[in-house]
């Protein structure tokens, strides 16, 4: 399997890409542009998603947002606004020539995508929501009361640490992780790339677009909500999440039934990396889904 690895000029940076199998090859499969979660995260936890390049001959790319993994540094907050990542989302797609695609977007990714399709771009195909998120608020609510049933010890350390403002306390991190092995991921022991990636992560762009947790939302994004906006997506949708996602049906169900025609599939065995925990399930359902959008 050929892969190639560049960069994409954006802003005065760098943004790092990677295409598995081989873009405008001969049996002219449309390429699949995945765009992973965080914020502040790199691409490197959805890498199992280049067994998808194996479908056939579609080529697979993955790319590292601004700040993370690869990609350039820079040490600008002002830099740190969805804007920012949906325009480097245009700035891959062109610089590629991705026209068209399929668009694969994976919890804070599926914001950036749903931005993107909301400015009416031509070109996409179909897209693919994982986790999707379409009300900030929302999330926020069904992620206090999932924090609500862990251990009442973890659930006061994370309350003293929040309240003392020493959210970065190696205690208030390991409190964080008992949530995330809950509703984030449910494999024990996480893969290495999880946790490399995990180590990875830029809570400095986290904080300025999130917050300083799931739960409590402090950053740019704590009032995004494009709810009202669902139904101007025309494409065909399959919205995708786990039984014990972070993402909860109270989440999920706004994205699935406001887009006019979409699927929703839901994993059984999954949190929110049903890509991970269900590998196998979650490739036969993309690849069919893509495939059948391809027949028509």
């Known amino acids: 399997m050929t892969v190639i690895e560049g960069y994409v000029p954006f802003r005065g940076h760098r943004t790092w890409y990677q ?9 002219g499969r449309v390429p699949l ?3 992973n979660g965080g914020p502040g995260l790199p691409h490197d936890y959805l890498q199992d998603l280049a067994v998808l390049a194996d479908d056939g001959g579609r080529p697979v790319v993955f790319y590292d947002q601004l700040g993370c993994g690869r990609s350039d540094r820079p040490d600008d907050p002002a830099l740190w606004t969805i804007d920012t990542y949906v325009a480097e989302l245009g700035a891959v797609r062109e610089t590629l020539g991705l026209d068209p695609v399929h668009l694969l977007g994976h919890s804070w ?7 993107h399709l909301l400015g009416k771009p031509t070109g996409v195909t179909s897209a693919i929501l994982s986790g999707p998120i379409a009300s900030a608020p929302l999330y926020q609510a069904e992620a206090r009361r999932l924090k609500a049933e862990l251990p009442a010890d973890v659930q006061q350390t994370l309350d003293r640490h929040e309240a003392a403002g020493t959210t970065d306390d190696p205690a208030y991190q390991g409190a964080t992780i008992a949530y995330y092995r809950q509703w984030m991921c449910r494999l024990d022991p996480w893969p290495e790339y999880i946790v490399q990636g995990m180590a990875d992560m830029r809570h400095d762009i986290y904080g300025a677009l999130w917050g300083t947790a799931e739960w409590n939302l402090t950053g740019a994004l704590k009032d995004w909500d494009v ?33 006019p025609g979409a699927e929703w599939v839901l994993f059984e065995k999954s949190a929110h ?5 269900e590998p196998e399930h979650y490739r036969q359902v993309v690849t069919g889904f893509l495939s059948e959008i391809e027949a028509d």
């Open 227 to 259: 709810t009202d906006r669902l139904g101007e997506v025309d494409l065909p949708v399959l919205v995708t999440s786990g039984r014990y996602d972070v993402c909860t049906p109270a989440v999920v169900r706004p994205v699935a039934e406001g887009i």
């Open 19 to 27: 295409v598995v199998g081989e873009l405008g090859g001969p049996d």
């Open 33 to 35: 542009l995945v765009v």
């Open 109 to 115: 990714g599926t914001q950036v995508v749903l931005e």
């Open 273 to 277: 990396l049903a890509s991970i925990e």
